[in-house]
C-alpha cells in the first residue's frame, strides 16, 4: 500500500503554529513526522497535534447534519433538508425584518484565509449583524500599535541572542512550548530568564527570578522601573534623542512611582523590584515578551503600554536580541488583523451592522432593536463557553427564533443550535495559514477527503446560496463550487506575491515576504510622527485614555467589591481554549476543571484540598473541585478557561461582560469572586 507523506501546518489559535508532515495510507492518516525546514517549530507538533487522528476519527465527531427535536434531542436529517429548512428562515427573516435580524458570529477555532469566503456569502446575502472586537489581544496589539507603530518582532529564533529574557505574563511552558527551547539555549550561553506571574507557573520553573505582582498592576510596577532606571541613568540617551516622542514628559509623569507606593501598589517587595529593574538596567540585550492574559483587564492596553516602555527607554528595540515580542503580524500578508475595525471593510454601514462586542456578546444580543435578532449563526467558535457572561449568552440564544452552530463537536454551543452542520477537519480543504509569531506562510494542504457527509464552510455556503436561488453565474467568483474552485482561487491570492509559489508551499513552510528578521532594525516607526510615541495624542483621540503609559487600577478590586478573590481562567496546555478536552488522549492527562487555591485562602473558609467548593459572585457561580497551590499567591482562584459546561466547567458563567480600554478586547481576568466549601 502506498504512503504518501504531505506537509501541513496546524491552524489553532496558537503563537506556534507548527508545521508538520501527515502519513497518509489508502486515504487515511496513520501518522506524523517533523518538518525540520520551520526553523521556529522543527521538533513537531505538541500533544493536542498529536492527537489529531483521534480527533479526526472521534467517535463522537458530528458527522451529519442534526435537527433538535422538541424533546430537546438531535435527530439525523439530509442535507437538502437542511438546506432548505435553513434557506426558508432566512429569507424569511429577511423579507419581514431585513437581514439585520440575523447574526453571523465566528470566532478563532480554526485559522486562514479561506473564512473570508464565509463574510463574502453574507455581502451577497445583503449583509448581517456581525460582532465587533475580540476574545484574545486586541487591548496589547492596539497599545503597540499606538506605540511602535506596527506589531512586529524579531524572528523567534533571534531569542538566543538575548542577555536578558522577561516573561512578563506569559506561560510559555504551556502556551508556546517551542519558544521555551530557544529560550533554554539562551539560558545555556548565559542569558537570565525573569518570569513575572501571579502564579508560579511551569515557565516560572526555569526562570532565575519570579516576581508576583497582585492581577492587574504589572502597569505600577512597569512606571516603578521606569522611574528608577531614569533616577540610575540606566536609560539609553541616544536611542531616545533619535527615536522617542514624549520622554520628557513620560519623565515627568512617573513623580508617584517611588519604590514604596510600587511594593504597595503591587505586593511585590521594594527588594525584588530594584532587583529586577537593575537587571533591566544592566543587561543587554533584553527581549521582553508580554503575554495576552496580563491585558485582559480593563487597563490592559496601558499596562502593556507601561511595560513597553522599559524596551523603548532602554533601547531594546530593532537589535538583535533586543526586542518587544508582543505579536508578530509580518506573516499575515494575506489577513486583516491589524486594526481592531478593519475586518469588515464597509465599515459601520448598511451591509454590516457592527454593533455586537465579542466581549458583551449576550448582553448586546439581548439589547438589539431595529431589527431584533431573530437567527443566530455561528461558525469556529464556542461563544456559549468562551465568551463572558454564559449566563446572558445563554439567554440571547433562547431568545433568538432559530440558531445554526457549524461544528464539529457537540460543545455548549452547538447544544443551543436548532440544526447543527457537521465541520471540516483541518485536514479536509486547503487554506493559506500564517502566524502571529513565526514568520512563516504556510500551506495547510488537503490531506484526505472529508467523511462523505461534511462539507466545508465554502461549500455550505455555496449550497446555501443557491437554495436562496442564487445561479451559478451569480456566485461566480464569489463562492467557490467545489475544492478545486477553491485551490484555485488560492493560487490567484499567491500570485499577488511573485516571492511565492504553490510549488514552494507544497514543499513546507515559506519565509513571508518582505519579513524583518529583525523588527524595527531601519528604525522606521510607521507612527504618526515616525518616532516611538511614548506620548500619543492618537491613543488618547481614539480611547479616551491618557496619552501617556498610565497606570489605573482594574476596575474590580478587593477591598472595593463585595468579592474578595481574584478569578483568573488562564490557557493549559492540553487543550485550545474549549477544544481538544473531549479526546481520550487529552482526558487522562487532564480529566475536568479544578480550582487551584492557595492553602491560606483556603484555611480562612475551612476549606481543604479536594473539598468540592462554589466560586461565585453576582453573575453566577460554579461548582467543581479545588486544590491546593502554593505557587500562587493568596488572594487568587485559578481555573483555566474551555472546560465545557457539559463536563462541569464554565467560567465565563463568573466573567463580566466587559471592554478592555482599547482595542475592543476582553476584560475576562478582571472579575473578583468568593468561595465557599460545599462538600
Ligand atoms: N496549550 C495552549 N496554548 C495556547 C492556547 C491554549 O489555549 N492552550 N491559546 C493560544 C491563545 S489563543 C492565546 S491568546 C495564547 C495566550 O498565551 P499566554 O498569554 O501565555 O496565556 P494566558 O494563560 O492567557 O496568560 C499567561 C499568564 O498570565 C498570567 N496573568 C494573569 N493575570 C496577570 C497579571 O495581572 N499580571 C501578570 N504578570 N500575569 C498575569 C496568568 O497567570 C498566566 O500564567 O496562548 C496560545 N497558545
Ligand atoms: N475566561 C476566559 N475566557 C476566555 C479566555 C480566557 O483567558 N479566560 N481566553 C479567550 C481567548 S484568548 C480566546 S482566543 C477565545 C477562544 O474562543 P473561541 O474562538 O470560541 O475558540 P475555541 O474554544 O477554540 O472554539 C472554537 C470552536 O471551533 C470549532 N472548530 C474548529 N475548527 C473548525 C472549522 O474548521 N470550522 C468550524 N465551523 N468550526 C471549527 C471547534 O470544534 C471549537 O468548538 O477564548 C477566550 N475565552
Ligand atoms: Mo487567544
Same mark, same amino acid.
Given at each position: 500500500?502506498?504512503?504518501?507523506?504531505?506537509?501541513?501546518?496546524?491552524?489553532?489559535?496558537?503563537?506556534?503554529?507548527?508545521?508538520?508532515?501527515?502519513?497518509?495510507?489508502?486515504?487515511?492518516?496513520?501518522?506524523?513526522?517533523?518538518?525540520?525546514?520551520?526553523?521556529?517549530?522543527?521538533?513537531?507538533?505538541?500533544?493536542?497535534?498529536?492527537?489529531?487522528?483521534?480527533?479526526?476519527?472521534?467517535?463522537?465527531?458530528?458527522?451529519?447534519?442534526?435537527?433538535?427535536?422538541?424533546?430537546?434531542?438531535?435527530?439525523?436529517?439530509?442535507?437538502?433538508?437542511?438546506?432548505?429548512?435553513?434557506?426558508?428562515?432566512?429569507?424569511?427573516?429577511?423579507?419581514?425584518?431585513?437581514?439585520?435580524?440575523?447574526?453571523?458570529?465566528?470566532?478563532?477555532?480554526?485559522?486562514?484565509?479561506?473564512?473570508?469566503?464565509?463574510?463574502?456569502?453574507?455581502?451577497?446575502?445583503?449583509?448581517?449583524?456581525?460582532?465587533?472586537?475580540?476574545?484574545?489581544?486586541?487591548?496589547?496589539?492596539?497599545?503597540?500599535?499606538?506605540?511602535?507603530?506596527?506589531?512586529?518582532?524579531?524572528?523567534?529564533?533571534?531569542?538566543?541572542?538575548?542577555?536578558?529574557?522577561?516573561?512578563?505574563?506569559?506561560?510559555?511552558?504551556?502556551?508556546?512550548?517551542?519558544?521555551?527551547?530557544?529560550?533554554?539555549?539562551?539560558?545555556?550561553?548565559?542569558?537570565?530568564?525573569?518570569?513575572?506571574?501571579?502564579?508560579?507557573?511551569?515557565?516560572?520553573?526555569?526562570?532565575?527570578?519570579?516576581?508576583?505582582?497582585?492581577?492587574?498592576?504589572?502597569?505600577?510596577?512597569?512606571?516603578?522601573?521606569?522611574?528608577?532606571?531614569?533616577?540610575?541613568?540606566?536609560?539609553?540617551?541616544?536611542?531616545?534623542?533619535?527615536?522617542?516622542?514624549?520622554?520628557?514628559?513620560?519623565?515627568?509623569?512617573?513623580?508617584?512611582?517611588?519604590?514604596?507606593?510600587?511594593?504597595?501598589?503591587?505586593?511585590?517587595?521594594?527588594?525584588?523590584?530594584?532587583?529586577?529593574?537593575?537587571?533591566?538596567?544592566?543587561?543587554?540585550?533584553?527581549?521582553?515578551?508580554?503575554?495576552?492574559?496580563?491585558?485582559?483587564?480593563?487597563?490592559?492596553?496601558?499596562?502593556?503600554?507601561?511595560?513597553?516602555?522599559?524596551?523603548?527607554?532602554?533601547?531594546?528595540?530593532?537589535?538583535?536580541?533586543?526586542?518587544?515580542?508582543?505579536?508578530?503580524?509580518?506573516?499575515?500578508?494575506?489577513?486583516?488583523?491589524?486594526?481592531?475595525?478593519?475586518?469588515?471593510?464597509?465599515?459601520?454601514?448598511?451591509?454590516?451592522?457592527?454593533?455586537?462586542?465579542?466581549?458583551?456578546?449576550?448582553?448586546?444580543?439581548?439589547?438589539?432593536?431595529?431589527?431584533?435578532?431573530?437567527?443566530?449563526?455561528?461558525?469556529?467558535?464556542?461563544?456559549?463557553?468562551?465568551?463572558?457572561?454564559?449566563?446572558?449568552?445563554?439567554?440571547?440564544?433562547?431568545?433568538?427564533?432559530?440558531?445554526?452552530?457549524?461544528?464539529?463537536?457537540?460543545?455548549?454551543?452547538?447544544?443551543?443550535?436548532?440544526?447543527?452542520?457537521?465541520?471540516?477537519?483541518?485536514?479536509?480543504?486547503?487554506?493559506?495559514?500564517?502566524?502571529?509569531?513565526?514568520?512563516?506562510? @504556510?500551506?495547510?494542504?488537503?490531506? $484526505?477527503?472529508?467523511?462523505?457527509?461534511?462539507? =466545508?464552510?465554502? !461549500? /455550505?455556503?455555496?449550497?446555501? +446560496?443557491?437554495?436562496?436561488?442564487?445561479?451559478?453565474?451569480?456566485?461566480?467568483?464569489?463562492?467557490?463550487?467545489?475544492?478545486?474552485?477553491?485551490?484555485?482561487?488560492?493560487?490567484?491570492?499567491?500570485?499577488?506575491?511573485?516571492?511565492?509559489?504553490?510549488?514552494?508551499?507544497?514543499?513546507?513552510?515559506?519565509?513571508?515576504?518582505?519579513?524583518?528578521?529583525?523588527?524595527?532594525?531601519?528604525?522606521?516607526?510607521?507612527?504618526?510622527?515616525?518616532?516611538?510615541?511614548?506620548?500619543?495624542?492618537?491613543?488618547?483621540?481614539?480611547?479616551?485614555?491618557?496619552?501617556?503609559?498610565?497606570?489605573?487600577?482594574?476596575?474590580?478590586?478587593?477591598?472595593?467589591?463585595?468579592?474578595?478573590?481574584?478569578?483568573?481562567?488562564?490557557?493549559?496546555?492540553?487543550?485550545?481554549?474549549? @477544544?481538544?478536552?473531549?479526546?481520550? $488522549?487529552?482526558?487522562?492527562?487532564?480529566?475536568? =476543571?479544578?480550582? !487551584? /487555591?492557595?492553602?491560606?485562602? +483556603?484555611?480562612?473558609?475551612?476549606?481543604?484540598?479536594?473539598?468540592?467548593?462554589?466560586?461565585?459572585?453576582?453573575?453566577?457561580?460554579?461548582?467543581?473541585?479545588?486544590?491546593?497551590?502554593?505557587?500562587?499567591?493568596?488572594?487568587?482562584?485559578?481555573?483555566?478557561?474551555?472546560?465545557?459546561?457539559?463536563?462541569?466547567?464554565?467560567?465565563?458563567?463568573?466573567?463580566?461582560?466587559?471592554?478592555?480600554?482599547?482595542?475592543?478586547?476582553?476584560?475576562?481576568?478582571?472579575?473578583?469572586?468568593?468561595?465557599?466549601?460545599?462538600?
Amino acid at each position: 500500500m502506498a504512503i504518501r507523506r504531505i506537509n501541513t501546518v496546524c491552524p489553532r489559535n496558537c503563537y506556534s503554529t507548527c508545521s508538520f508532515r501527515v502519513q497518509v495510507e489508502d486515504g487515511r492518516i496513520t501518522g506524523y513526522s517533523t518538518q525540520p525546514a520551520n526553523r521556529a517549530t522543527p521538533e513537531g507538533m505538541c500533544l493536542k497535534g498529536q492527537s489529531y487522528i483521534e480527533r479526526v476519527y472521534a467517535r463522537d465527531r458530528i458527522l451529519y447534519p442534526l435537527r433538535k427535536e422538541t424533546s430537546g434531542t438531535f435527530k439525523r436529517i439530509s442535507w437538502p433538508e437542511a438546506l432548505r429548512e435553513i434557506a426558508g428562515k432566512m429569507m424569511l427573516y429577511k423579507k419581514q425584518y431585513g437581514p439585520h435580524s440575523i447574526f453571523f458570529y465566528s470566532s478563532s477555532g480554526s485559522s486562514g484565509v479561506v473564512n473570508d469566503f464565509s463574510l463574502a456569502f453574507w455581502r451577497l446575502f445583503g449583509g448581517a449583524t456581525v460582532s465587533y472586537g475580540n476574545l484574545c489581544w486586541p487591548a496589547g496589539l492596539e497599545a503597540t500599535r499606538m506605540t511602535l507603530g506596527d506589531n512586529r518582532h524579531n524572528v523567534p529564533w533571534d531569542l538566543e541572542n538575548a542577555r536578558l529574557i522577561l516573561l512578563w505574563g506569559k506561560n510559555a511552558a504551556e502556551t508556546n512550548v517551542h519558544e521555551m527551547i530557544f529560550i533554554r539555549k539562551a539560558q545555556e550561553q548565559g542569558a537570565r530568564l525573569v518570569v513575572i506571574d501571579p502564579r508560579r507557573t511551569p515557565t516560572a520553573e526555569k526562570a532565575d527570578l519570579l516576581i508576583q505582582p497582585k492581577p492587574g498592576t504589572d502597569g505600577a510596577l512597569a512606571l516603578g522601573i521606569a522611574r528608577f532606571l531614569i533616577k540610575k541613568d540606566m536609560v539609553d540617551h541616544d536611542f531616545i534623542r533619535d527615536h522617542v516622542k514624549g520622554y520628557d514628559s513620560f519623565t515627568r509623569s512617573l513623580g508617584s512611582y517611588d519604590m514604596d507606593t510600587v511594593s504597595r501598589i503591587t505586593g511585590v517587595p521594594v527588594s525584588y523590584i530594584e532587583k529586577l529593574a537593575g537587571m533591566i538596567g544592566g543587561i543587554q540585550p533584553m527581549t521582553l515578551i508580554p503575554g495576552y492574559g496580563m491585558q485582559r483587564y480593563t487597563n490592559g492596553g496601558q499596562t502593556i503600554r507601561c511595560l513597553l516602555s522599559l524596551s523603548v527607554i532602554t533601547g531594546n528595540i530593532g537589535k538583535p536580541g533586543a526586542c518587544w515580542h508582543y505579536a508578530n503580524l509580518q506573516s499575515y500578508v494575506f489577513d486583516k488583523v491589524k486594526e481592531p475595525l478593519s475586518y469588515y471593510p464597509e465599515g459601520n454601514h448598511s451591509l454590516f451592522r457592527q454593533t455586537v462586542s465579542k466581549a458583551r456578546l449576550g448582553i448586546d444580543l439581548l439589547q438589539q432593536k431595529d431589527p431584533e435578532i431573530k437567527m443566530i449563526w455561528v461558525e469556529r467558535g464556542n461563544p456559549v463557553t468562551q465568551n463572558p457572561d454564559t449566563n446572558s449568552n445563554l439567554k440571547a440564544f433562547e431568545k433568538a427564533d432559530f440558531r445554526v452552530v457549524v461544528e464539529q463537536f457537540m460543545t455548549d454551543t452547538a447544544r443551543e443550535a436548532d440544526i447543527i452542520l457537521p465541520a471540516k477537519s483541518l485536514f479536509e480543504q486547503a487554506d493559506l495559514v500564517g502566524s502571529y509569531w513565526n514568520p512563516y506562510i @504556510q500551506l495547510k494542504q488537503k490531506v $484526505i477527503e472529508p467523511p462523505e457527509e461534511i462539507k =466545508p464552510e465554502t !461549500e /455550505i455556503y455555496y449550497l446555501l +446560496a443557491k437554495e436562496l436561488g442564487y445561479s451559478d453565474k451569480e456566485l461566480e467568483g464569489i463562492l467557490p463550487r467545489n475544492n478545486e474552485a477553491l485551490e484555485n482561487w488560492l493560487k490567484e491570492r499567491i500570485k499577488s506575491y511573485p516571492e511565492l509559489s504553490w510549488d514552494q508551499l507544497i514543499e513546507g513552510p515559506v519565509i513571508a515576504p518582505g519579513i524583518q528578521e529583525i523588527a524595527f532594525s531601519d528604525k522606521h516607526f510607521p507612527t504618526a510622527s515616525g518616532k516611538i510615541e511614548l506620548y500619543s495624542d492618537e491613543i488618547a483621540r481614539r480611547w479616551g485614555v491618557d496619552p501617556l503609559p498610565s497606570f489605573t487600577l482594574p476596575k474590580e478590586i478587593p477591598g472595593k467589591s463585595r468579592y474578595p478573590l481574584y478569578l483568573l481562567t488562564p490557557n493549559t496546555k492540553n487543550r485550545i481554549h474549549s @477544544q481538544f478536552g473531549n479526546l481520550d $488522549i487529552i482526558r487522562q492527562l487532564d480529566p475536568g =476543571p479544578v480550582a !487551584e /487555591i492557595n492553602p491560606e485562602d +483556603a484555611a480562612k473558609r475551612g476549606i481543604r484540598e479536594g473539598d468540592t467548593i462554589r466560586i461565585y459572585n453576582d453573575r453566577g457561580e460554579l461548582r467543581v473541585k479545588c486544590r491546593y497551590n502554593y505557587g500562587q499567591i493568596p488572594g487568587c482562584v485559578v481555573i483555566p478557561n474551555g472546560y465545557w459546561i457539559s463536563e462541569g466547567g464554565g467560567v465565563n458563567f463568573l466573567s463580566a461582560p466587559r471592554e478592555t480600554d482599547m482595542g475592543h478586547g476582553t476584560a475576562f481576568h478582571d472579575n473578583l469572586v468568593e468561595i465557599e466549601h460545599i462538600s
